[in-house]
């Protein structure tokens, strides 16, 4: 009976996640068929459609070894980590993945991880910095969750809310150029002028990139959920996330501004505050989900690097379009 009510409750969290998801992509789209209607009328919100389309067909989809080259990662074979290409392979077929992701290593003290790719050939990233701080249980965890985003193809979601924000925009500047040009004919001659139009696409790409960080901020929500049934450990992503929150920065920072990196209101942050993941985790009870069987993927020990593959750089390097790790 406690189980059926765990279940029911995991699957009324996952539709409110995709329900939360599919408003906000809903409400972007909105904004950009307003933009086009106040540009051009019924054949704006046409052409708003085809120039979304066109750009997310010809937007380039960057190999990920070509994404990885710019933060210096390297890839790591099985060989040099076989714990977690174990639990990453238990993972990938749990997750139903059609083949497996491939590790990189990121020379860099930072506690990060992120996915690039698609489902047919992903990468998964973690730096140094998480590898010799998290135990092997919690950087399983953050596995997990990295493989969730590529479950819930989360990198598509994404590339079109983002595909949607330039189009914003694009439509923005555009018709603000075209008003500037013509509004002091269209005062002399006596045309009404829509100032709620005008405000519109003055605000349209301020509210599409609110909504995508909110977007951001629940498919993370997602994923945390997908890592926890998984992995059938809640706890150790909950693990993960803590630790990850104390150690990043300097010892010094964290004595004398603990909480620095609080001062970024909610409503800009691409991830959701660590209290609040946490807060969810951990009302998953532990002992409901089928844990993963292979002892060595739940080990308590660090990662076991010796010698970091490439020099660990501590500091950002610029390069041409960013700075990159």
Do not use: C
């Not at 904004?31 to 066109?54: E, H, K, N, Y």
């Not at 174990?86 to 083949?99: C, I, S, V």
């Not at 890592?227 to 104390?246: C, I, N, V, W, Y």
């Amino acid at each position: 009976m406690h189980d059926d009510f765990y279940q029911i409750n995991t699957l009324k969290h996952k539709i409110v996640n995709w329900l939360h998801s599919l408003m906000l992509l809903a409400g972007m789209a909105l904004l950009l068929g307003l933009l086009g209607w106040i540009f051009a009328g019924p054949s704006g919100i046409r052409w708003a459609v085809i120039i979304t389309v066109i750009s997310m067909i010809i937007s380039p989809h960057l190999s990920p070894k070509v994404i990885l080259r710019w933060y210096a990662a390297k890839p790591l074979i099985p060989h040099q980590a076989p714990d977690l290409y174990t639990a990453l392979q238990e993972l990938t077929q749990r997750a139903g993945l059609p083949r497996l992701p491939v590790i990189y290593y990121v020379p860099t003290k930072m506690l990060n991880a992120f996915t690039t790719g698609s489902r047919d050939d992903a990468a998964i990233a973690l730096t140094d910095g998480l590898l010799n701080t998290l135990s092997m249980r919690e950087v399983n965890a953050v596995m997990a969750h990295e493989v969730a985003h590529l479950k819930n193809n989360d990198l598509w979601i994404m590339n079109l809310s983002d595909t949607i924000s330039r189009v914003t925009s694009f439509f923005s500047m555009s018709g603000q150029f075209l008003l500037f040009l013509n509004l002091p004919l269209l005062l002399a001659s006596g045309h009404h002028v829509s100032w709620v139009g005008i405000l519109v696409l003055i605000f349209a790409p301020t509210l599409v990139v609110l909504l995508q960080l909110a977007l951001s901020r629940t498919r993370e929500f997602d994923a945390d959920l997908d890592a926890a049934l998984l992995t059938g450990d809640p706890e150790g992503l909950a693990s993960a996330l803590a630790k990850m929150e104390r150690y990043q920065g300097g010892w010094l920072t964290r004595m004398l501004f603990p909480g620095y990196r609080e001062r970024q209101p909610s409503i800009l942050r691409t991830h959701p505050q660590t209290k609040e993941r946490l807060d969810r985790l951990l009302a998953l009870s532990p002992g409901k989900l089928e844990p993963l069987d292979k002892e060595n993927a739940f080990g308590n020990g660090t990662f076991p690097f010796t010698t970091a593959p490439v020099p660990i750089r501590k500091n950002p390097r610029w390069r041409f379009g960013g700075i990159w790790y």
